[in-house]
């Protein structure tokens, strides 16, 4: 996987994260500082708001960096399908990151802290360094636990845990040497597994028998 600071050595990025309750959009240097805006409009409209008052135009972007989740599904998608449609513009390259991950290798006790947000219905997307992401359930929790401020959940909590600051003018130029980063042909939201379908098999209506 390559490191932010191999994607930014070539004319740096612009970053778009919409994985919290806050629309983070920076112009990244190769040092992984940048100029950051920030929305707290939902995604379809703070995206471009941040875009319009960094005065960026994506046909001039070369390389383009997003989160993937976990996150709020509808701003990660949001953005992805943006991106999707920008690339017919140019063909930038198009690289996604894991927004636990990040916060994961900026942490000072990295490997002995775990990274954690809702992922609905009594389970938790967890991350540790040297572990990975994974999906438990509340109860399979266990040791120290974080979670990003910003991120929304719905389950009881399970462990007590720490809010963490998801402010990514501090958290990108702490990380530009992890292996964060996932080339993305096709942006999209991150999911453990893909959905299944039950296939509709068609019937003519009958009525009651008698």
């Avoid at 778009?16 to 950051?36: C, K, M, Y």
């Avoid at 954690?116 to 040297?130: E, F, K, L, P, T």
Wanted: with cysteine; aromatic share 8%; hydrophobic share 40%.
């Amino acid at each position: 996987m390559p490191t932010l600071r191999e994607a930014l050595a070539h004319g740096g990025a612009v970053c778009l994260d919409a994985a919290s309750a806050r629309i983070q959009v920076g112009r990244l240097n190769a040092d992984g500082t940048g100029t950051w805006c920030v929305s707290e409009e939902e995604a379809g409209i703070g995206v471009f708001d941040c875009l319009r008052r960094l005065e960026i135009s994506p046909r001039e972007v070369s390389t383009w960096i997003y989160c993937d989740g976990p996150g709020s599904v509808l701003g990660i998608r949001t953005v992805a399908a943006a991106l999707r449609s920008w690339r017919v513009l140019g063909n930038p390259s198009v690289f996604s990151y894991c927004s636990l991950a990040l916060v994961a290798h900026t942490l000072p006790d990295q490997g002995e802290i775990g990274v954690i947000a809702d992922a609905r219905r009594d389970s938790w997307h967890h991350y540790q360094v040297g572990q990975g992401l994974r999906r438990v359930v509340g109860s399979g929790l266990s040791g120290r636990l974080v979670m990003p401020e910003g991120f929304r959940s719905w389950s009881n909590h399970p462990l007590p845990f720490d809010r963490v600051p998801y402010d990514l003018a501090l958290l990108m130029p702490r990380a530009l040497d992890a292996p964060l980063l996932r080339g993305s042909d096709e942006p999209d939201a991150f999911l453990h597994e893909e959905p299944s379908y039950v296939t509709w098999t068609p019937q003519i209506h009958r009525g009651p028998v008698k």
